[in-house]
């Protein structure tokens, strides 16, 4: 399925995606199996590092340190500061092993803004400026807010939509 634009490839753990054109490379076969190996190891090592992951009660992103892989898959057992645990995949958790691509206005990202409690929540929003060092985040719930560079991460249209859906029906049934 293409639309000239995107291309639906097989992903390295046999789930498929739409990827944008320019985001492809032509490689052979030999290179895929390297670099599927390479992304496994590099899962690896994401145990005993501090992420930033999605809690699955209520879907905000909090600060937490990755315990241990499950079973050679993508998911990771995830201690929170209040040192209960979460079974999470690797795609809701951000951290030092997270590739970093420049950011600019208009880009999805999870945010910490500048004026944290001291919790380490983050959230997701979009860039709507820059502000001396700082970017202005609109974030899901329309409040703005300043947050560093270095404490946001990028997210795809599709995640921050998703995200947004996922922390609104948390609110609905809270609201029940």
Not at 113 to 120: A, I, Q, T
Not at 143 to 153: E, P, R, T, V, Y
Request: some cysteine; overall charge negative; charged content about 25%.
């Amino acid at each position: 399925m293409s639309d000239g634009l995107s291309f639906l490839v097989e992903l390295y753990d046999e789930m498929q995606g739409l990827v944008p054109r320019h985001e492809l490379y032509s490689c052979p076969q030999s290179k895929v199996e390297k670099v599927i190996e390479y992304i496994k190891i590099q899962e690896k090592a994401w145990v005993g590092k501090p992420v930033i992951a999605r809690k699955p009660t209520d879907y905000l992103f909090y600060p937490g340190v990755v315990l241990k892989q499950q079973d050679s898959s993508q998911d990771f057992v995830i201690r929170w500061s209040d040192n209960t645990t979460h079974t999470i995949e690797v795609t809701d958790m951000f951290g030092e092993l997270t590739r970093r691509r420049p950011l600019y206005t208009d880009d999805y990202v999870i945010a910490l803004p500048e004026e944290d409690d001291g919790g380490g929540v983050c959230y997701p929003g979009k860039i709507i400026g820059v502000q001396g060092e700082k970017l202005i985040i609109q974030l899901h719930n329309n409040k703005l807010c300043l947050a560093s560079f270095d404490h946001c991460f990028w997210i795809s249209d599709s995640y921050y939509q998703n995200s947004v859906l996922m922390i609104g029906r948390v609110k609905e049934d809270t609201n029940k």
